[in-house]
């Protein structure tokens, strides 16, 4: 069975660059046979948290937070492409999170960060692993770290230079070590039903 992946991303920035790493996870994850979707926070476009999905009535959700919560339940794996603002995460990636819980327990994430310079946004990538443990993931340790996201993707996701060789060389490790742990919960999940 495939596994099926969402990759997030949280930029509304007109002229946004880690769009290009997300197509690169994208395409890297298909390559390797799993079932991928990007989950491009601008294109869903939630306003600003009001009501969290589980607030609403069963069934009188707005179609885009009802449609999102049934791929997040029924996928086996998340990755979030997390850029750095202020040596914090994006706000696009932390309201469509947060529209959210429940929906996110019992599976692994993993985050691939990225910035303009040279720290390539791992400050935000930390805060960003505390608050994905505290909704309900177990965060693998594996990371994909891109800076200068400029000199390592062009405008098509295509590694360029030593820096894109470098993320040629990090990205299956970061993917086993993803694969690993989505077969490990995927098995458990089957042998015996989350507590809750
Ligand atoms: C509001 C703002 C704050 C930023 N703060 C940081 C920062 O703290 N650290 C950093 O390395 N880059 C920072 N940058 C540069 C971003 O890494 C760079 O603009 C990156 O391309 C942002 O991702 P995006 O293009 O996908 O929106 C900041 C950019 C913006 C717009």
């Known amino acids: 069975m495939a596994d099926k992946i969402l990759v997030f991303y949280g930029s509304y920035r007109s002229d946004r660059m880690g769009i290009r790493l997300a197509d690169y996870v994208v395409a890297g994850l298909k390559a390797r046979g799993a079932e ?32 999102l919560a049934e791929k997040i339940r029924t996928a086996d794996a998340f990755v979030f492409v997390t850029g750095e603002y202020n040596w914090g995460p994006q706000p696009g990636l932390k309201n469509l999170t947060d529209h959210f819980l429940e929906e996110w327990f019992w599976r692994p994430a993993a985050i691939a960060s990225y910035s303009a310079g040279r720290f390539s946004g791992v400050r935000s990538g930390s805060i960003w692993h505390a608050i994905l443990s505290e909704m309900g993931m177990v965060v693998v340790s594996s990371t994909l ?52």
């Open 145 to 196: 770290a891109v800076g200068p996201i400029s000199q390592t993707l062009d405008a098509d996701g295509q590694p360029t230079g030593p820096a894109g060789d470098a993320l040629q060389r990090a990205f299956p490790r970061f993917a086993d070590d993803l694969a690993w742990w989505t077969e490990a919960a995927r098995a458990q999940r089957e042998r015996k039903a989350p507590p809750y």
């Open 36 to 67: 991928v979707e990007l989950i491009d926070a601008k294109a869903v476009d939630l306003p600003m948290l009001d009501r969290m999905y589980k607030e609403y009535p069963k069934g009188e959700a707005p179609p885009a937070l009802e449609a």
